[in-house]
T-cell receptor, first 108, second 115 residues
Framework: GEDVEQSLFLSVREGDSSVINCTYTDSSSTYLYWYKQEPGAGLQLLTYIFSNMDMKQDQRLTVLLNKKDKHLSLRIADTQTGDSAIYFCAESIRQLTFGSGTQLTVLP | NAGVTQTPKFQVLKTGQSMTLQCAQDMNHEYMSWYRQDPGMGLRLIHYSVGAGITDQGEVPNGYNVSRSTTEDFPLRLLSAAPSQTSVYFC??????????????FGQGTRLTVV
């Protein structure tokens, strides 16, 4: 079955790195995604990783995928106050299935 | 660049009332979907459509109807509103339902309160 899990909250200091974790259960997922939701807005695609990759880097964002453990993480380097948002991981088999979202709070 | 447009942004309904949430996209996307977002539960799929004339149920379809008469529009109807339907509703569209083209574009959301 499809189930995607995330912790609900994360707080970091401005300038530190943030790591948001996600576990999924369906090993047939082809693509895994990270979406960002700012207050009062819809979701926007942040980055994605293909299932045959271990890592993907995009400027301040690093995505790590451990297929054996079905574990996905998003690292944000030099976290800024503008990074405060809810981050959703999602997998795509037949439709997009989202995790519960992690509320990232960046403290000054 | 309109993207995905949802109306209204806010709505208060009384229990038992009906209403339609509108969703339109101008990207010629085949795949459209409706989600509801509740605290701590992420986004749950209500209904989706893979093209005009084709709709299917998602994870939480009860109490909602959809239709897809055109590629652009995908309205969501609440037949008899219940307090359990108080939520934030998002419409999304993408070129296809799976694969890399699954990048989904979301509307701004409709915050619905049923009293």
């Amino acid at each position: 079955g499809e189930d995607v899990e995330q912790s609900l909250f994360l707080s970091v200091r401005e300038g530190d790195s943030s790591v948001i974790n996600c576990t999924y259960t369906d090993s047939s997922s082809t693509y895994l995604y990270w979406y960002k939701q700012e207050p009062g807005a819809g979701l926007q695609l942040l980055t994605y990783i293909f299932s045959n990759m271990d890592m993907k880097q995009d400027q301040r964002l690093t995505v790590l995928l451990n297929k054996k453990d079905k574990h996905l993480s998003l690292r944000i380097a030099d976290t800024q106050t503008g990074d405060s948002a809810i981050y959703f991981c999602a997998e795509s088999i037949r439709q997009l299935t989202f995790g519960s979202g992690t509320q990232l709070t960046v403290l000054p | 660049n309109a993207g995905v447009t949802q109306t209204p942004k806010f709505q208060v309904l009384k229990t038992g009332q009906s209403m339609t949430l509108q969703c339109a996209q101008d990207m010629n996307h085949e795949y459209m979907s409706w989600y509801r977002q509740d605290p701590g539960m992420g986004l749950r799929l209500i209904h989706y459509s893979v093209g005009a004339g084709i709709t299917d149920q998602g994870e939480v379809p009860n109490g909602y109807n959809v239709s897809r008469s055109t590629t652009e529009d995908f309205p969501l109807r609440l037949l008899s509103a219940a307090p359990s339907q108080t939520s934030v509703y998002f419409c999304a569209s993408s070129r296809t339902g799976t694969g890399l083209d699954t990048e989904a574009f979301f509307g701004q959301g409709t915050r619905l309160t049923v009293v």
